[in-house]
């Protein structure tokens, strides 16, 4: 399949060029199209097959759901079942903009989008281009983040065409995005808000409006027993080819830890690249400077992730950030492309601790206190 590619100006869009993309759409094809977070790969939500050709393009497990993105608030009443009054005032303050919200879905919406569950994620993006394309498509638009299952989300026009060329009909080039990690996803279909996904959002602005937001575990990595509400949430995603170590510690100890893991793996023939956020003066085959500025580092750190891999890097050392404001959202993202987390440089004994489930018994059973 010949993918088109249309560069569209992000301010003003013309119509003439949204159009095209809206009848693409209406004829049960899939479109990329940027949003204010990353990329999407767009579908008639309302027709499965539409949809399944999401699940084929990007090669995502069928139980890992999709967002529905609307225009109008009036679609929201043919969408779900139930409209809780806790969703009013969230609507208000953050729509359109980066924030998904889980509700009780209504017949209209096939399974297929929600990967069997009885509820849908709904979203209105704040992106020009995203919010004519659904106008213009006069249906809501299922739209994942338009990168292969398992690779970074795309920040831009490129990214998407690296993953998805020849697998869509067509790719709207809108520039990058501007925040550059997926929307904060809450769900409000059951007593207690909770929080599933950090993102643009934060939750303190969330807990303003809303008082208690309860928060998913698997946010923070941890396992849980309980049925995942989200069965995304098991998958691990942003990862990079290269296997990223996210180091946890006081700031010169941070700093030291690098700079005996770079001689480390070089010492193995192995490349290795350093994600820094402070100023290192450390080394490395390449070293990505994204500065301390939590919104620039979410708009940069997809984008990180991929020239790491275009430049065959082995290893990635990372630091953590604050998990305050978006620096939650920052922190789930970089511990779920981690391959291993180094906790608490600081402590006596050294671990790796692995925080994914894909990694062999012999990497989990790995200790480095030799290092
Ligand atoms: P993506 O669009 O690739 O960023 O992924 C969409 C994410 O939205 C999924 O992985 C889920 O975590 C979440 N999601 C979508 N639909 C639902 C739903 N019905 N209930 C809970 N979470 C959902
Ligand atoms: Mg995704």
Redesign the pocket.
């Known amino acids: 399949m010949q993918t088109k590619i249309l560069k569209v100006n992000p301010k003003n869009p013309k119509l003439s060029q949204i159009r095209q993309a809206a009848k693409i759409i209406r004829s049960g094809k899939l479109v990329a199209f940027p949003t204010e977070t990353?990329y999407g790969i767009g579908a008639n939500a309302l027709d499965p097959s539409a949809v399944k050709r999401i699940f084929v393009a990007k090669g995502r497990p069928s139980d890992n759901p999709l967002i529905v993105h609307i225009s109008d608030i009036a679609d929201l009443g043919i969408l779900v079942d139930h409209i809780p009054e806790s969703s009013f005032d969230v609507i208000d303050k953050f729509w359109p903009g980066p924030l998904t919200i889980v509700f009780k879905k209504s017949k209209i919406v096939p399974k297929i989008v929600t990967g069997g569950l009885d509820t849908v994620a709904i979203r209105m993006p704040k992106n020009k281009i995203a919010n004519m394309l659904i106008v213009e498509a006069g249906t809501p638009i299922a739209a994942?983040?338009a990168?292969i299952?398992g690779r970074p989300?795309p920040t831009t026009a490129k990214h998407v065409i690296d993953d998805l060329s020849g697998r869509i009909s067509m790719i709207l080039d809108g520039g990058p995005t501007k925040i550059g990690i997926?929307s904060t996803v809450i769900d409000l279909s059951r007593n207690t808000p909770m929080l599933l996904r950090p993102g643009g959002i934060t939750l303190e602005q969330l807990q303003k409006v809303l008082g208690k937001v309860a928060i998913h575990p698997i946010i923070y990595g941890k396992k849980t027993k309980s049925a995942h509400r989200s069965p995304g949430m098991k998958y691990r995603?942003y990862s990079p080819r290269a296997k990223i170590i996210l180091i946890q510690g006081t700031k010169s100890k941070v700093n030291k830890k690098i700079s005996q893991l770079v001689q480390y793996y070089k010492n193995q023939g192995l490349h290795i690249g350093i994600l820094s956020m402070e100023k290192n003066s450390t080394k490395s085959d390449m070293t990505r400077f994204i500065g301390n500025n939590p919104n620039r580092i979410a708009s940069n750190l997809f984008k990180s992730f991929r020239e790491f891999d275009d430049r065959k890097i082995d290893i990635v050392l990372a630091q953590e950030i604050s998990q305050k404001g978006i620096g939650l959202g920052i922190m789930n993202r970089l511990g779920k492309a981690a391959y291993k987390k180094v906790q608490r440089v600081d402590s006596p004994l050294v671990l790796f601790l692995v925080c994914c489930p894909t990694c062999s018994t012999a990497e989990k059973s790995l200790k480095i206190t030799h290092l």
């Open positions: 990353v994942p983040s990168n299952a989300s997926e995603h």
